[in-house]
Nanobody, 128 residues
């Protein structure tokens, strides 16, 4: 059964760091785009970052650019989101998702409509 499982969330102080993992099972992430999304309480789902499994192309929301880094380990079938300089406003449930690679630009892959498979999410709390 195809499944995406996020891990690595937790409580961190402002300015701190966390690494989220998204492990795929039941299918290989080859030829997929993998995105990270987040949803804060009372807010809409927001595209955070994505990576192309074929050429490593990445994209980021302006709100996280320069602070977050997405990467992929094809051998482990896992995508990571390194989050540095965390802010209170980064608090949210973070989801990873997988979707087919198509001939679209970065803006497309930061939208939830680009993805068909989703994980259950992992909570990130930024608090002092």
């Amino acid at each position: 059964q195809a499944q995406l499982v996020e891990s690595g969330g937790g409580l961190v102080q402002p300015g701190g760091s966390l690494i989220l993992s998204c492990a795929a099972s039941g299918f290989t992430l080859d030829y997929y785009a993998i995105g990270w999304f987040r949803q804060a309480p009372g807010k809409e789902l927001e595209g955070v970052s994505y990576i192309s499994s074929t050429d490593g192309r990445t994209g980021y929301a302006d709100s996280v650019k320069g602070r977050f880094t997405i990467s992929m380990d094809n051998a482990k079938n896992t995508v990571y989101l390194q989050m540095n300089s965390l802010k209170y406003e980064d608090k949210a449930v973070y989801y990873c998702a997988a979707g087919p690679l198509l001939a679209y630009g970065s803006e497309y892959y930061l939208k939830k409509s680009a993805y068909g498979s989703w994980g259950q999410g992992t909570q990130v709390t930024v608090s002092s």
